[in-house]
């Protein structure tokens, strides 16, 4: 009589349970890696933000410590935009600033959410091109958020001259504030003013004001922007200007 060998294996039952398993283990650790991937994707993401960030103080920082304290030019024909700022003087800005009351930098500028214009000397000439070391800045933001740095060869054309380089920044800014510290009008001409910061410059001059009239062709003594980037919160940074405390007119 012979008899019948039977071979070892696995159930169909059993077959599928382990299947399930393996694909439960799968599952779970596919959740993992595309867990890590996004977090390092957004790790990186994130420091590209805080560098994009840093190079946008850096360069603003640039900019404020090379102010050169140039008065605005005086429009050759035609009405002062800034009479209704300045007064009936000879007295000249050498900074304009939003919010202000009496003048809207936007129109002056022709450059939407244009917030803070002034001209800066020492500008890099790698090439030695013949041209002023005087460059005019104005920093703007733009309705979807953008901010803007839009730059002139300074040759005293008029404010609303299309600039000869608009770079981008800085995206996702919801919103940019800044503050002036005006500088004390004393004996000394090296005193803080009591008064403390204003959010807009120069500062409004009533009628015959002959303090603020000086302090409007000053510049401030330290200037505070406040930025706040969607998903990063908002930072915080004060410049001082130490020309702004120094005797005597402007620089050409």
Same mark, same amino acid.
Do not use: C, K
């Given at each position: 009589?012979?008899?019948?060998?039977?071979?070892?294996?696995?159930?169909?039952?059993?077959?599928?349970?382990?299947?399930?398993?393996?694909?439960?283990?799968?599952?779970?650790?596919?959740?993992?890696?595309?867990?890590?991937? *996004?977090?390092?994707?957004?790790?990186?993401?994130?420091?590209? *933000?805080? *560098?994009?960030?840093?190079?946008?103080?850096?360069?603003?920082?640039?900019?404020?410590?090379?102010?050169?304290?140039?008065?605005?030019?005086?429009?050759?024909?035609?009405?002062?935009?800034?009479?209704?700022?300045?007064?009936?003087?000879?007295?000249?800005?050498?900074?304009?600033?939003?919010?202000?009351?009496?003048?809207?930098?936007?129109?002056?500028?022709?450059?939407?959410? !244009?917030?803070?214009?002034?001209?800066?000397?020492?500008?890099?000439?790698?090439?030695?091109?013949?041209?002023?070391?005087?460059?005019?800045?104005?920093?703007?933001?733009?309705?979807?958020?953008?901010?803007?740095?839009?730059?002139?060869?300074?040759?005293?054309?008029?404010?609303?001259?299309?600039?000869?380089?608009?770079?981008?920044?800085?995206?996702?800014?919801?919103?940019?504030?800044?503050?002036?510290?005006?500088?004390?009008?004393?004996?000394?001409?090296?005193?803080?003013?009591?008064?403390?910061?204003?959010?807009?410059?120069?500062?409004?001059?009533?009628?015959?004001?002959?303090?603020?009239?000086?302090?409007?062709?000053?510049?401030?003594?330290?200037?505070?922007?406040?930025?706040?980037?969607?998903?990063?919160?908002?930072?915080?940074?004060?410049?001082?200007?130490?020309?702004?405390?120094? !005797?005597?007119?402007?620089?050409?």
């Amino acid at each position: 009589m012979s008899m019948v060998r039977t071979e070892g294996g696995f159930t169909l039952v059993e077959l599928l349970i382990a299947m399930s398993i393996t694909v439960m283990i799968a599952a779970v650790s596919y959740q993992f890696l595309d867990s890590a991937i *996004e977090a390092r994707e957004r790790g990186d993401q994130l420091m590209q *933000e805080i *560098e994009q960030i840093e190079r946008f103080w850096q360069l603003l920082n640039g900019d404020i410590e090379h102010i050169a304290n140039r008065p605005l030019p005086m429009p050759a024909t035609g009405v002062d935009p800034l009479q209704s700022v300045l007064g009936d003087t000879d007295e000249r800005v050498v900074m304009l600033a939003v919010p202000h009351n009496a003048f809207s930098l936007e129109a002056l500028s022709g450059r939407q959410g !244009a917030m803070i214009w002034f001209s800066r000397h020492a500008w890099h000439n790698p090439m030695a091109s013949p041209r002023s070391e005087l460059q005019r800045v104005l920093y703007r933001l733009s309705p979807d958020g953008t901010l803007y740095r839009d730059s002139w060869q300074e040759s005293n054309q008029a404010l609303g001259t299309p600039p000869m380089q608009s770079m981008p920044l800085l995206q996702a800014v919801e919103q940019v504030s800044w503050r002036f510290l005006p500088v004390g009008v004393t004996t000394q001409g090296s005193s803080i003013d009591d008064a403390g910061w204003i959010s807009g410059w120069p500062l409004a001059a009533a009628a015959g004001d002959n303090e603020i009239l000086q302090r409007q062709r000053r510049l401030p003594a330290a200037i505070e922007v406040s930025l706040r980037v969607s998903g990063l919160g908002e930072v915080r940074r004060v410049f001082v200007l130490p020309m702004a405390f120094s !005797a005597g007119g402007a620089s050409t």
